[in-house]
């Protein structure tokens, strides 16, 4: 295993439904990443944490809301969704040398397929 | 805008064969370049990471170039076997801040 865990693996949601997505890594890491992969296209990035400080938000819509309590954990919540956010959603760690500098490689879960109804 | 290109959505090649992705980048000058495998269903896994002032960098039997004059990356996986089928990522780091991906090209390895 990579040590990054996320739940759940899938999800199928209603487009006025709230869930929540949660991503743990185990690594000793200080940034986390959300990364979107949807089919034939590349991976996006769409929020990064460095020491639990949000540094990155990529235009992305109000609908995604990420939280990053402490090193170890990310959640994406989720609400009013469309159909077209269906796809992979992806949580990766890394270790950055200074903050917004990272070197590293990325250390991703399994990821969390969701579907919106 | 940034561009990474992979040189094919899908590449099938016999068991035995060298296989060879290509990776380009247009608009930018990475300073580092970092090769993943991805399965089906799975999150991407790093396997090579080669920095600007390295021609070559090679783990087992995987070889990876990186040529800033062509602004390309090559990725070689030499005597491959079936189990290597899977998509390949190519990302590239982004002014030292965060990383762009290639759409990855899709390894058939067919015995």
Redesign the interface.
Known sequence: E?G?TQTPRHLVMGMTNKKSLKCEQHLGHNAM?WYKQSA????E?MF?YSLEERV?NNSVPSRFSPECPNSSHLFLHLHTLQPEDSA?Y?C?SSQELNR????G???????S?LTVL | SQKIEQNSEALNIQEGKTATLTCNYTNYSPAYLQWYRQDPGRGPVFLLLIRENEKEKRKERLKVTFDTTLKQSLFHITASQPADSATYLCACDNYGQNFVFGPGTRLSVLP
């Open positions: 990579t990054v990443y034939k296209k590349p991976l990035l990064v990155e992979l992806l990766a917004g500098v990272n070197t490689e990325l250390f991703f879960g399994e990821g397929r």
